[in-house]
């Protein structure tokens, strides 16, 4: 065979392969698409794309569910949850990396060892912590907890993104006669907005898509975010209403998924800088 | 008698008078203040809320006949004694902490009048204070949060696991009693326990192996079938392929649930449509831990992916140029340069998703909810690992204390595993160095 051939055979190998992959990858995806237009409620279905397509299961969904109260309150926490996680974030993450302060390499390690217990180990003990101070069933409790985890999960990358910060910037500010806010505020926080924006993007996934902490504080309908209403809609009725949950899934992965991928560079580069850390 | 020495001696008998002593008339009446809050706190509360930590309540809640009625009287609850117990010890050791800086001020301040040095002013102070314990200030908040939030429960969980704190002895019917490690024997030699912890156990370490190599095996061969030169289009497939990563797992493996329904799903609807027989997908011991399995690939390969992308483009041709000279082949090439590059770099991660994997709590719980369930087990199915276990036990059998030895258990297997890998980490070396 000629050298050529054998090159163009590679080719299409490589790229048929890669077809079936980006098949497989997306399936899931367009398979609840095409069920939250399919008339019914079951999952059962004999073509992936259906025959007639209807948009009565999105109506339904404002309609019949409180999916409306339960997308502000997500949007509610998650927003709040965000901006205090960032803060509390970035207030750590920048002390550790650019002060060297007594306690310092402890409260390294013990914010590494936060990190490996299970996380809703702790999940009982909180739960009878809001219990007696009255915060069950309040959006404030997942705000508190969510925003001061967010500190114990983000915070090595973030400190190994300021780490990467020449020094010589701040010193040069300081000559110039400026406090540890300013340097702070001027400075590292316009600088550091490739970090920011990752981890704001995590915190805030990380609300949409908790439901097991959220299950646990929140009692009400009314109160519920999207990820414990639609865990509950697809749990609860074994299925029967499957194309009423697709169309639930649909308007909240689509935003979330869409965000993803236009950030992709960001998420990368945090990703990157959170493996060489280790 | 040096000043220092005076000053030190006012302070640790009251707060604030050293400070008066030393004529910080301002600072010492802030000292003053906080400290005769936290004596008056030791004093009235502080020794009630240690008592209740260590008995965990005296009296269970019961029928007292009051003339002719019976009525119900509440007893001790000893989980809330418990926390409050907890709280009251760390409030002793914020209080500790600033009664012991409250005497290092005075005998500082007082050691520089003896030197007839001039004494900072409160203003002074404040601004002092700013500048050189800026890391301090900045960090207060994160930490009362962190301590609230995450210390705080993590040590009552921690609590729990030598109490008997398990259904039926639940407060406020029941007292709680310290039992030490009751429950940990219980877990070993228990034969109800110890076999489900065995089985789970061992599920949970071929699970965590099976799906850190299939998502990183996965992950590198995608990555470098797109690095290849003769591929075109690069960015649209590496943004096909990140799709699972960018749908939140918590919808994907709902909806991959329904698809590998057996009955209706559309997987077996295709395999009956060319004539094959459906898979028990999610019903079989053996079949629903593939399905776990396939669902984890599916989620974790493009995150392996993207990090393999990284390292590929780090590695310089002429490597491979080199490796041509040689008359390497492809597969020659991958072994003898790529493979090699990409796991040197990985390596640390390849450990950390491991540790990681021990706690994939949303695949197990949401795929199949550990079922289908093992008759043998003590509250557990085929597909539990320890984290869903422990999920189970606490959450739907209020059986708290057991829970809390197998997250006890989690911990040490994730530290282990993650300690170990930290200390490979040239940022940790580096940290070495600068410390």
């Known amino acids: 065979m000629k050298p050529k051939l054998t090159e163009a055979i590679k080719t299409i190998e490589s790229h048929l392969l890669l077809i079936v992959l980006s098949f497989i990858s997306l399936f899931p995806a367009f398979w609840i698409i095409m069920s939250s237009f399919k008339t019914g409620n079951s999952l059962f279905s004999d073509s992936l794309i259906p025959k007639h397509f209807t948009f009565i299961h999105y109506k339904e969904l404002f309609e019949q569910t409180k999916y409306l109260i339960w997308f502000m309150n997500t949007l509610k926490v998650a927003v709040l949850s965000t901006l205090l996680g960032t803060f509390l974030l970035l207030l750590t993450s920048y002390a550790i990396s650019r002060y060297r302060f007594k306690g310092r390499k402890a409260t390294l390690t013990v914010l590494l060892v936060l990190q490996m217990f299970p996380g809703f180990m702790a999940m009982i003990a909180v739960y009878v912590l809001l219990n007696t101070l009255g915060l069950l069933n309040s959006h404030w409790a997942l705000v508190l907890v969510y925003s001061s985890g967010a500190i114990i999960t983000n915070v090595f990358v973030a400190k190994g993104f300021f780490d990467t910060i020449p020094k010589s910037l701040e010193d040069a500010a300081r000559m110039d006669g400026a406090s540890h806010m300013k340097v702070f505020l001027s400075i590292m926080i316009p600088l550091s907005k490739p970090m920011l924006t990752y981890a704001s993007l995590m915190i805030f996934n990380g609300c949409f898509v908790d439901f097991i902490f959220a299950d646990l504080v929140l009692r009400t309908e009314e109160t519920r975010t999207l990820a414990v209403g639609l865990f509950r809609m697809v749990n609860q009725s074994n299925s029967t209403e499957f194309t009423l949950f697709a169309a639930g899934a649909v308007l909240v992965a689509l935003p979330v998924t869409l965000l993803f991928i236009f950030l992709q560079r960001f998420l990368v580069d945090g990703l990157t800088a959170g493996a060489s850390k280790g | 008698m040096p000043k220092k020495i005076g000053a030190a001696l006012l302070s640790a008998v009251i707060p604030g008078l050293g400070q008066f002593y030393n004529r910080q008339w301002l600072k010492g009446l802030v000292f003053l203040l906080v400290g005769s809050a936290g004596i008056y706190f030791i004093v009235y509360d502080l020794t009630g809320y240690l008592r209740g930590l260590i008995t965990l309540g005296e009296f269970p809640s019961r029928m007292v006949k009051v003339g002719k009625l019976t009525r119900m009287v509440e007893g001790d609850h000893s ?357």
């Open chain 2, 79 to 435: 989980i809330f004694m418990m926390i409050d117990g907890l709280i009251a010890l760390l409030a002793l050791l914020f209080y500790t902490a600033f009664h012991v800086l409250n005497i290092r001020d005075a005998f500082l301040v007082g050691a520089a009048r003896d030197g007839r040095w001039t004494i900072h002013s409160f203003g002074e102070s404040l601004r002092h204070m700013g500048r050189r314990n800026f890391a301090y200030l900045v960090l207060a908040i994160p930490f009362v949060a962190v301590v609230f939030l995450t210390i705080l429960p993590l040590i009552f969980s921690v609590f729990l696991a030598f109490t008997n704190y398990a259904d039926p002895i639940l407060p406020p019917a029941h007292l709680v009693d310290w039992v030490g490690f009751g429950n940990f024997k219980k877990m070993i030699s228990l034969d109800v326990w110890s076999s489900t912890f065995g089985g789970v156990l061992t599920w949970t370490l071929i699970w965590a192996v099976i799906a850190t190599v299939t998502t990183y095996i996965g992950g590198v061969l995608i990555a470098v079938l797109i690095h290849q030169p003769r591929v075109r289009c690069k960015k649209l497939w590496r943004t096909l392929l990140i799709v699972p990563f960018a749908i939140p797992n918590m919808i994907s493996l709902l909806v991959m649930r329904n698809m590998f329904n057996n009955q209706f799903g559309p997987i077996n609807s295709y395999l009956r449509a060319v004539g094959l027989d459906g898979v028990a997908w999610l019903t079989d011991p053996f079949w629903a831990k593939v399905t776990v399995i396939l669902a984890n690939m599916w989620i974790g390969i493009p995150v392996t992916m993207i990090l393999a992308f990284g390292v590929l483009t780090t590695i310089p041709r002429d490597m491979y140029e080199a490796a041509e000279v040689d008359g390497a082949g492809a597969f020659y090439k991958f072994r003898m340069v790529t493979l090699p590059m990409v796991l040197f770099a990985t390596a640390p991660i390849l450990i950390m998703q491991f540790a990681g994997n021990i706690n994939s709590f949303n695949v197990i719980y949401l795929m199949t909810n550990g079922e289908p369930v093992n008759p043998n087990y003590q509250y557990a199915g085929h597909t539990d690992l320890l984290v869903t276990w422990l999920y189970k036990l606490a959450l739907n059998q209020s059986q708290y204390s057991f829970a809390s030895v197998i997250g006890i258990v989690i911990f040490l297997m994730v530290a282990t595993f993650s300690i170990w890998s930290y200390r490979r980490t040239r940022s940790y070396k580096e940290e070495d160095m600068i410390a």
